[in-house]
């Protein structure tokens, strides 16, 4: 008799970031993350973020924004929050992200080359608009 197998589920679309249509512009003050920093509804342009500590920044967390031509290259986090995120057309290249979650975000065309995502949840991810390589 052959072995039946578990029906599966369908699988489900992610649920996109829920953002308000308008967002308070991040100025020079946002744009350089802090430790224990939270950064809320907040529209961040085509500036380079900068941390607080070249060794990386802790208990970052960012809620509703949105990042359009943001710079992310070279930054290293641990244990930021990205919630109800959107990324457009952002350098999210060597951006080194540890013990991180990510949760109702989308991420279109952003360049991710060297992108690091070590230990870090993920939960209604939408990325689109790139083609990438996955290496062990």
Known sequence: MPARSAPSSPVR?????QIPRRLTPAGKVERHIRHDGKYLSLEYG??????DDPDGVED??????RF????????????????ECAFAD???ANLRAFDSRMSNVRIMNARMTG???AEAGLRDLLVEGFGITIED
Not at 13 to 17: A, C, N
Not at 60 to 65: A, G, L
């Open 13 to 17: 679309e992610p649920r996109p970031p």
């Open 46 to 51: 085509a500036d380079a973020l900068s941390m």
């Open 60 to 65: 970052v967390d960012f809620e509703r924004c």
């Open 68 to 83: 359009v031509r943001t710079g992310f290259s070279g930054v290293v986090l641990h244990r930021a929050g990205f919630a």
């Open 90 to 92: 952002a350098d999210l």
């Open 115 to 117: 992108m690091q995502l």
